[in-house]
């Protein structure tokens, strides 16, 4: 019996491993020096606690989430985003406001796979609760494109501010009323949305609703003033940056419940149909709604699987193994001692221990994907030296024996 991964699911070996590894590692960097602290929360929450959050109408409750019921009959949920787990464990673990924590790791969306769209796939995120400073919303701006300049990929800012519970309920009912009569020529989702959530027809990719959208009106125009003046702030700040390519895009809504205010997306000319590299915004009444003081809050994810698909493939540092090759018995144990050496100075290694042929040896080697093998023989154990062969060009070179720990660390 062979089995096979589930549909939007990848495995991550080798290079692409470390590839993952590298942006990790460089997110964490940079998001400590922006004075974050790791969270890890667990991939199981209650239903309830994304329903509540992430929005009860909203495409990633509705259809996409991996609910069931556990053996308790308690209905259960692999989160399908960081944000609510993250609030819950603020709240829960009474932490001080303000925090700044950042997370890494998988998420689940029952969503159709295609180029940088999975159902497992990773998140990098950054939460800030209790801070309402429009120059917050703009300091995570900046932390993201850092990121993406340090990894080399180029992407740009589309933002929009999403109003407030005192001025979105207007526009709500503006949204309605142009609906009205239009009714006929949205889709079926969009007929339901505009039922539930009028705001969440703008999530709607469909062609004939896209077009109608054309003409609506836009929430711009009806922020109240304290929202206007936190999004000219973000916006003046934002063109004070160098190389920030901005839209303003009045049409950006975000296809989460929770935000109020600023809302986000990176999105890369490079990726197609899935260009949204990340996104995020301000959520100033969630710690309210999930029973927590009045807390203004900020965050952000990114989504690894696009992030990796623009990294080049040598980021991470490819491979570094060095496998040992013996050629008779006494180079064996030559090559027993030398592993150990080489371990001790932090550099991976690998033998065989059965005794075979150079080239099975070699062949062992490449599909280990070492990326140099050392070879000794005869001649080297007389001569002092060992033979180190690049497996990529294939080139070898003899290195005296002292001198061969800091050959190979220079050569990383
Ligand atoms: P989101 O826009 O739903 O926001 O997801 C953020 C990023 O996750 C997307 O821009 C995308 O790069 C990646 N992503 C989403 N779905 C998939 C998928 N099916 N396959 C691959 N990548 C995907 C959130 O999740 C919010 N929690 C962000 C946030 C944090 N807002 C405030 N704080």
């Given at each position: 019996?062979?089995?096979?991964?589930?549909?939007?699911?990848?495995?991550?070996?080798?290079?692409?491993?470390?590839?993952?590894?590298?942006?990790?590692?460089?997110?964490?960097?940079?998001?400590?020096?922006?004075?974050?602290?790791?969270?890890?929360?667990?991939?199981?929450?209650?239903?309830?606690?994304?329903?509540?959050?992430?929005g009860a109408t909203t495409?990633?409750?509705?259809?996409?989430?991996?609910?069931?019921?556990?053996?308790?009959?308690?209905?259960?949920?692999?989160?399908?985003?960081?944000?609510?787990?993250?609030?819950?464990?603020?709240?829960?673990?009474?932490?001080?406001?303000?925090?700044?924590?950042?997370?890494?790791?998988?998420?689940?969306?029952?969503?159709?796979?295609?180029?940088?769209?999975?159902?497992?796939?990773?998140?990098?995120?950054?939460?800030?609760?209790?801070?309402?400073?429009?120059?917050?919303?703009?300091?995570?701006?900046?932390?993201?494109?850092?990121?993406?300049?340090?990894?080399?990929?180029?992407?740009?800012?589309?933002?929009n501010s999403v109003g407030c519970p005192k001025c979105r309920p207007f526009y709500k009912e503006r949204l309605l009323d142009f609906f009205k009569g239009k009714n006929k020529n949205l889709?079926?989702d969009c007929r339901i949305r505009l039922e539930r959530n009028p705001l969440r027809v703008f999530d709607c990719?469909?062609?004939?609703c896209?077009?109608i959208l054309e003409t609506a009106p836009k929430i711009k125009d009806f922020l109240c003033s304290d929202c206007q003046?936190?999004f000219?702030?973000?916006?003046?700040?934002?063109?004070?940056?160098?190389?920030?390519?901005?839209?303003?895009?009045d049409r950006l809504v975000r296809?989460?419940d929770y935000y109020t205010k600023?809302a986000?997306?990176?999105?890369?000319?490079?990726?197609?149909?899935?260009?949204?590299?990340?996104?995020?915004?301000?959520?100033d009444d969630?710690?309210?709604?999930?029973?927590?003081?009045?807390?203004?809050?900020?965050?952000?994810?990114?989504?690894?699987?696009?992030?990796?698909?623009?990294?080049?493939?040598?980021?991470?540092?490819?491979?570094?193994?060095?496998?040992?090759?013996?050629?008779?018995?006494?180079?064996?144990?030559?090559?027993?001692?030398?592993?150990?050496?080489?371990?001790?100075?932090?550099?991976?290694?690998?033998?065989?221990?059965?005794?075979?042929?150079?080239?099975?040896?070699?062949?062992?080697?490449?599909?280990?994907?070492?990326?140099?093998?050392?070879?000794?023989?005869?001649?080297?154990?007389?001569?002092?030296?060992?033979?180190?062969?690049?497996?990529?060009?294939?080139?070898?070179?003899?290195?005296?024996?002292?001198?061969?720990?800091?050959?190979?660390?220079?050569?990383?």
């Open positions: 019996m062979r089995f096979t991964k589930l549909k939007g699911t990848r495995d991550i070996i080798y290079d692409e491993a470390a590839k993952k590894l590298h942006l990790e590692n460089e997110f964490r960097r940079i998001a400590t020096g922006y004075g974050f602290s790791e969270i890890i929360t667990p991939i199981l929450e209650y239903t309830e606690l994304f329903e509540r959050s992430t495409d990633i409750v509705q259809k996409e989430m991996y609910a069931f019921s556990d053996k308790g009959g308690r209905s259960i949920t692999l989160r399908p985003e960081g944000t609510p787990g993250v609030v819950r464990a603020i709240l829960e673990n009474k932490i001080k406001f303000p925090c700044r924590l950042f997370y890494i790791g998988p998420m689940f969306r029952y969503e159709r796979p295609q180029k940088g769209r999975l159902r497992e796939f990773y998140q990098l995120g950054v939460e800030v609760l209790g801070e309402a400073n429009p120059k917050v919303d703009l300091e995570l701006i900046e932390l993201g494109f850092e990121l993406f300049s340090e990894l080399g990929i180029k992407s740009s800012l589309e933002i889709c079926v990719k469909n062609e004939s896209q077009n003046t936190h000219a702030e973000v916006i003046k700040g934002l063109k004070k940056l160098e190389d920030v390519s901005l839209n303003i895009n296809g989460i600023t986000y997306e990176f999105v890369s000319k490079e990726l197609g149909a899935q260009n949204s590299l990340g996104g995020g915004g301000r959520y969630l710690v309210e709604e999930f029973g927590g003081p009045k807390t203004p809050a900020t965050g952000f994810a990114l989504g690894e699987e696009r992030i990796l698909l623009l990294m080049r493939n040598t980021e991470g540092g490819g491979r570094n193994l060095v496998f040992i090759a013996f050629l008779d018995e006494s180079a064996q144990r030559s090559a027993e001692s030398l592993i150990k050496v080489l371990r001790k100075n932090g550099i991976p290694s690998l033998m065989s221990y059965s005794k075979e042929k150079l080239t099975s040896q070699l062949k062992k080697a490449d599909q280990l994907h070492s990326r140099w093998t050392i070879i000794i023989g005869e001649d080297e154990l007389k001569k002092g030296v060992y033979t180190l062969r690049d497996m990529e060009s294939g080139e070898q070179k003899l290195v005296a024996e002292q001198e061969l720990v800091s050959y190979i660390k220079q050569l990383k």
